[in-house]
């Protein structure tokens, strides 16, 4: 009796894969563009940002870096003397520098306070049903959509000298003397911080009126089942559940007073307006930068002052995220 084997076959070398062996490789090939497809896609999306970013936010603050440790002329840029830390030394002998970050202080919180409070209680009152509320969020919005130039002019001829100023002519009546709105260190920075609020109170109302209306409404119900009133409910509903977005408002009020340029620029006109004042009584830090390279032909000490407004805004970020931290944790 002699045993029969069967020998499977065997693919001759060089022949095509079986239909089994095909699909098997395509359904790899595609598994793998799909890992690479959901790990890679995100990045892909984000690369033009990122792009974006190093080309018009990392170099340019970078070089401004590398140019503060540097004596550079705005007439010869491309011609450097090495001084590392001169300009930032210089900058701690320089008086005007120090007077302007008061100013810039100063500025900021004659603006950012009354701003926001005033901001706050507007979006209480357009967060209750009134009519024409529509209306009233659109002309909140329009000193935000209005030219800083055209703002300026228009507060120039309200903050005139004498009696020729809508402000001055306000004091009058009241049996007040006309005061030299520019000339003055507090009323020249009044002044300047009234265009601010003018611009941005509006802005940040919607901003409060938008968290306020993510507030649940359970918490008022439950507010007034205890007999509070609206004041009691603003103080003690309201306000807590604001507390990340006042935050917010903060720091980006703080950061935007550093940049404070085009108010007090255009409050001066030509005659002041790029020196802050006679005596410099409201000139900025962003003001200064523009003096110190385009009047001073000083780029290099402009460039550590950009750099001093950097660092200033960096702990400013820092204070918030700290601030943020132990709300979040006391919540």
Not at 22 to 30: F, G, L, M, T, V
Not at 41 to 48: G, T
């Amino acid at each position: 009796m002699t045993a029969s084997t069967t020998a499977s076959p065997t693919r001759p070398p060089g022949a095509a894969p079986g239909p089994d062996g095909a699909e098997a490789r395509r359904r790899a090939r595609r598994g793998r563009l799909y890992r690479l497809d959901v790990k890679g896609s995100p990045y892909l999306f984000v690369l033009p940002f990122f792009l974006l970013f190093a080309a018009f936010g990392l170099f340019p603050l970078l070089y401004t870096g590398w140019m503060s440790l540097h004596s550079v002329s705005t007439l010869t840029p491309d011609q450097s003397t090495w001084t590392g830390l001169g300009n930032y030394t210089m900058l701690g002998h320089d008086p005007v520098f120090w007077k302007s970050l008061r100013n810039t202080v100063t500025i900021g919180l004659l603006s950012s306070v009354p701003q926001l409070a005033i901001a706050l209680g507007l979006a209480h009152l357009l967060n209750y049903r009134l009519r024409g509320r529509l209306f009233f969020r659109v002309a909140l919005l329009a000193p935000y959509a209005t030219s800083v130039a055209a703002a300026a002019l228009i507060f120039q001829f309200i903050f005139q000298q004498n009696n020729a100023g809508f402000a001055n002519w306000v004091l009058h009546l009241v049996g007040v003397h006309p005061v030299g709105w520019e000339a003055g260190t507090w009323s020249s920075q009044l002044a300047v911080a009234t265009i601010v609020m003018w611009r941005w109170t509006g802005y940040n109302t919607l901003i409060y009126l938008a968290a306020m209306q993510a507030v649940p409404g359970e918490l008022y119900e439950a507010a007034a089942l205890d007999g509070t009133n609206r004041w009691q409910q603003f103080r003690y509903v309201t306000v807590p559940a604001l507390r990340p977005t006042i935050v917010f408002t903060v720091v980006v009020s703080a950061i935007g007073s550093l940049q404070l340029f085009g108010e007090p620029y255009l409050f001066g006109g030509s005659g002041q307006g790029i020196n802050g004042g006679p005596d410099n009584q409201y000139s900025t830090l962003a003001l200064y930068v523009y003096r110190l390279a385009f009047n001073s032909e000083h780029l290099g000490r402009a460039a550590a002052v950009a750099w001093v407004i950097f660092l200033i805004a960096v702990v400013v970020g820092a204070v918030n995220a700290v601030v943020v931290r132990r709300l979040r944790k006391s919540a």
